[in-house]
């Protein structure tokens, strides 16, 4: 048969590695900011107080950074490798992997511009305003295009395990892209998510959960099933076993959501389900985990000396470890412990620095050489930064593990007489002060790690010749296939890329609709609370302010239904959070860390001067306090101009104003401001109605008070 | 939009039977991949695993003589 001689295009496989390196560290330098400004708050406070890198609008920054300039570029580099050569093809189209390439590249820089910006629509880990989701929705599009057709052109008739995992990852995270980021924009800064208050919560951790699904783990096991058999010199373990891995992870992940939610004012049946299918995740996940580490069989002897592998040993490793933490912390008892402490943020951490991170450098350790014609320059480099690495993720991961249970026990415990022994939130954080100290030099110890191996990296480039394009050739696929009379019904879904891809989204999405559905069809799921009623002008122009500054980073807005939050967050009435006061919430604002107290039952517990004053520096009014000053919401005007278009929009998305509240709405809030200005004046403190104070001060005095209101409670 | 969506699908009959269809499908489909995978023939299965392998298994790259220098 005649051989076709075609190139595959390294080129583009660099631009991606570059990127991932020098995101990866930008990304990883602004998380060591947000963990110091954590450990060293008093020093920010006093020395960096400026908004823009305020910890409540730098830590989406961090995250964004991480998962998709760092993790992203790396798996674009990893799949523009790896697709052709499994296929025998080269990229369908170079006009497109630039596409991707840069606009890729473009939507990072605008990330990294309108987040310090406070341009966010604070759901976490999709913080991006609307016309970056658009962007993001077409750059995606265009690189699924690419990878299509260029199955369609391939040379080899089988798809390989991997890119199987590369299919479902373009699926599944274009669908979960889209469906979370349904907003109204009201300008080109701002939108409200179309979702409100339960619905939202759901849809935004069935999208949250599946992010790390579908965008951290799926793309990178397809990595792993290419270059573990390339680095270990043999094939995967068992391909029988990679391809149940695939079915069952996609089958049971797309439903694990709700384990986010548990506790929660979510209902019941939803939380159940999540537990179930987040348990049996661990089947999977295991059974991947094995697969990889068993590849390396008879190949033992060469991890010692080999970087790549060792990266990629302690990588699977942290997999392991860290899908085993998640069904465990799926579980409700475990769950009630775990839940808005720093266990998941040294959780994440496992996956984010274990799992992608070193299978990252693996990658990148195999990569160079390969591309650049040489050897690495230095092994010795290499096993440094495996072990300064290493060391890292340990030092990061164990003090969040201690400070997670050293918090959520005192949260929960009770003196004999039966009052909580820490009344005072205060205390329960400055406890674990030490903890955030010895996290940060966790994080300090894998970054010098990351900067050793990039300069490893370019030394090992410059002392090898790059080779833009690599030469390879293979027979065309027959037009006409005669399939074996008795083929498996499998293979021929496979023989049809385009059929397959329907069908996978097919799958996929009846797995979601099934876990949303409900929630827009029973009534009953979301019980109504008459005396909840819509915000006011001036109380939504303080949660947007509350939504810009990120508060929900840091503070959770659902009080659970255990004792020891109902006594502590609600001393009076010992009322929890119910779906029903969430209606008009767009988007919520539940939050999922508790790094200062949860604000639900904050309203009318203090005084209005005592946010006055504590906005100016929280620690006059809480000694010892970690929470960043906010003086400049004392000298920023609110834009009151706007107001009626944000009433209009809640009415699009069906809040009950009155026909024609608009109109009314800056006369409402200016009214309403003035009252709070005679307050604070009544305690000698003087400022103006224009001042976003003020508006902040309405709504966290409206805080889960409507409940209250008992005389129009039925 | 949202209300449309909200409208339509409850103006659906039995839309109930709809996730207990959608596990059966999943279901189903689940183990009749298991199935397949475990009837596979052994040397179509090892010709598979090969792929990655096909072009140029030349790691480690630094036993390669012609790249020391």
């Given at each position: 048969m005649e051989l076709e001689k075609f190139e595959y295009d390294n080129a583009i496989v660099k631009n991606f590695i570059i990127a991932s390196a020098v995101f990866?560290?930008?990304?990883?330098?602004?998380?060591?900011?947000?963990?110091?400004?954590?450990?060293?708050?008093?020093?920010?406070?006093?020395?960096?107080?400026?908004?823009?890198?305020?910890?409540?609008?730098?830590?989406?920054?961090?995250?964004?950074?991480?998962?998709?300039?760092?993790?992203?570029?790396?798996?674009?580099?990893?799949v523009y490798y790896s697709l052709p050569r499994l296929l025998k093809a080269p990229m369908w189209s170079k006009a497109l992997s630039n596409l991707n390439f840069w606009g890729w590249q473009f939507i990072i820089v605008c990330a990294a511009v309108t987040l310090p910006l406070g341009m966010t629509?604070?759901?976490?880990?999709?913080?991006?305003?609307?016309?970056?989701?658009?962007?993001?929705?077409?750059?995606?599009?265009?690189?699924?295009?690419?990878?299509?057709?260029?199955?369609?052109?391939?040379?080899?008739?089988h798809l390989y395990v991997a890119i199987w995992f590369y299919i479902g990852t373009f699926i599944t995270v274009a669908m979960l892209h889209i469906v979370n980021s349904f907003e109204l924009p009201i300008s080109f800064m701002k939108s409200y998510s179309w979702y409100a208050g339960v619905q939202d919560a759901l849809v935004q951790w069935w999208y949250g959960h599946n992010a790390v699904a579908f965008f951290l783990t799926t793309p990178y096991l397809g990595l792993m099933y290419y270059f573990i058999p390339k680095a270990a010199n043999r094939p995967v373990f068992s391909y029988r076993?990679?391809?149940?891995?695939?079915?069952?992870?996609?089958?049971?992940y797309i439903w694990a959501g709700p384990h986010h939610l548990l506790y929660t004012a979510l209902p019941d049946w939803a939380q159940t389900l999540g537990v179930a299918f987040s348990v049996m995740l661990i089947a999977p996940s295991w059974g991947g985990m094995l697969n990889g580490l068993l590849t390396l069989r008879g190949a033992w002897d060469r991890v010692r000396d080999d970087a790549v592998l060792k990266f990629m040993v302690v990588a699977l490793t942290c997999y392991g470890m860290a899908t085993f933490e998640g069904p465990l912390l799926s579980i409700?008892?475990?769950?009630?412990?775990?839940?808005?402490?720093?266990?998941?943020?040294?959780?994440?951490?496992?996956?984010?620095?274990?799992?992608?991170?070193?299978?990252?450098?693996?990658?990148?350790y195999y990569l160079i050489p390969k591309m650049w014609n040489t050897k690495l320059y230095s092994q010795s480099l290499a096993n440094t930064h495996f072990w300064i690495g290493t060391l890292g993720i340990i030092l990061y991961a164990l003090p969040l593990y201690w400070a997670g249970f050293a918090q959520s026990l005192m949260w929960e415990e009770f003196t004999a007489e039966g009052a909580l022994a820490y009344p005072n939130f205060l205390e329960t954080v400055t406890q674990i002060q030490g903890m955030y100290q010895?996290?940060?030099?966790?994080?300090?110890?894998?970054?010098?790690?990351?900067?050793?191996?990039?300069?490893?990296?370019?030394?090992?480039?410059a002392q090898g010749t790059f080779a833009a394009t690599e030469a390879d050739q293979a027979p065309a696929l027959p037009v006409t296939y005669?399939?074996?009379?008795?083929?498996?019904?499998?293979?021929?879904?496979?023989?049809?890329?385009?059929?397959?891809?329907?069908?996978?989204?097919?799958?996929?999405?009846?797995?979601?609709?099934?876990?949303?559905?409900?929630?827009?069809?029973?009534?009953?799921?979301?019980?109504?609370?008459?005396?909840?009623?819509?915000?006011?002008?001036?109380?939504?122009?303080?949660?947007?302010?509350?939504?810009?500054?990120?508060?929900?980073t840091c503070h959770s807005q659902m009080i659970r239904p255990f004792r020891s939050e109902v006594v502590r967050y609600d001393p009076v009435d010992q009322e929890y959070s119910k779906a029903g006061e969430f209606v008009y919430d767009h988007p919520f604002q539940w939050g999922s860390k508790r790094t200062g107290p949860d604000l639900h039952r904050v309203g009318n517990k203090y005084p209005d001067s005592w946010h006055f004053n504590h906005m100016l520096d929280p620690r006059t009014m809480s000694p010892g306090s970690i929470?960043?000053?906010?003086?400049?919401?004392?000298?920023?005007?609110?834009?009151?101009?706007?107001?009626?278009?944000?009433?209009?929009?809640?009415?699009?998305?069906?809040?009950?104003?009155?026909?024609?509240?608009?109109?009314?709405?800056?006369?409402?809030?200016?009214?309403?401001?003035?009252?709070?200005?005679?307050?604070?004046?009544?305690?000698?403190?003087?400022?103006?109605?224009?001042?976003?104070?003020?508006?902040?001060?309405?709504?966290?005095?409206?805080l889960g008070t409507d409940i209250k209101n008992k005389d129009l409670t039925k | 939009m949202l209300k449309f969506i909200k409208g339509h699908m409850t103006s659906i009959d039995g839309i109930e039977i709809f996730p207990v269809l959608s596990f059966v499908i999943f279901f189903s489909f689940f183990v009749a991949v298991t199935v397949w995978i475990y009837t596979m023939k052994k040397s179509k299965v090892d010709e598979i695993a090969h792929l990655p392998l096909e072009n140029g298994n030349d790691y480690p790259f630094n036993k390669n003589s012609e790249n020391e220098k």
């Open positions: 990866g560290l930008v990304g990883m330098l602004v998380g060591l900011i947000v963990a110091s400004q954590l450990a060293f708050a008093d020093f920010f406070n006093d020395n960096f107080l400026l908004k823009y890198i305020s910890y409540g609008r730098i830590r989406p920054l961090h995250t964004n950074a991480v998962i998709f300039a760092f993790v992203g570029n790396g798996i674009f580099a990893g629509t604070g759901k976490e880990y999709a913080e991006l305003e609307w016309w970056i989701d658009i962007l993001i929705a077409l750059i995606w599009v265009a690189f699924g295009v690419n990878m299509f057709m260029t199955i369609i052109k391939r040379r080899e008739r076993l990679s391809i149940v891995h695939f079915w069952a992870l996609i089958f049971l409700k008892s475990v769950n009630a412990v775990g839940h808005y402490t720093d266990w998941i943020v040294g959780h994440v951490h496992i996956g984010g620095l274990g799992w992608n991170g070193f299978l990252t450098f693996g990658m990148l010895l996290r940060v030099l966790g994080g300090l110890l894998y970054f010098t790690g990351a900067g050793v191996m990039v300069y490893n990296l370019m030394k090992t480039a005669t399939p074996s009379t008795n083929e498996y019904w499998h293979r021929v879904i496979e023989r049809k890329p385009i059929q397959m891809l329907v069908f996978s989204l097919v799958v996929v999405a009846i797995g979601g609709i099934f876990e949303i559905i409900p929630t827009f069809l029973i009534k009953s799921n979301v019980p109504t609370i008459t005396s909840v009623k819509p915000y006011t002008p001036l109380e939504l122009e303080g949660r947007d302010l509350y939504i810009r500054e990120g508060c929900y929470m960043p000053a906010y003086p400049w919401l004392l000298e920023d005007n609110i834009d009151y101009e706007m107001l009626p278009k944000k009433i209009s929009a809640m009415q699009t998305l069906g809040v009950p104003y009155a026909e024609g509240y608009a109109e009314r709405a800056i006369a409402d809030a200016q009214a309403q401001a003035q009252k709070i200005v005679d307050n604070l004046a009544g305690d000698k403190i003087k400022t103006d109605k224009d001042k976003e104070i003020v508006a902040l001060i309405a709504y966290l005095q409206r | -």
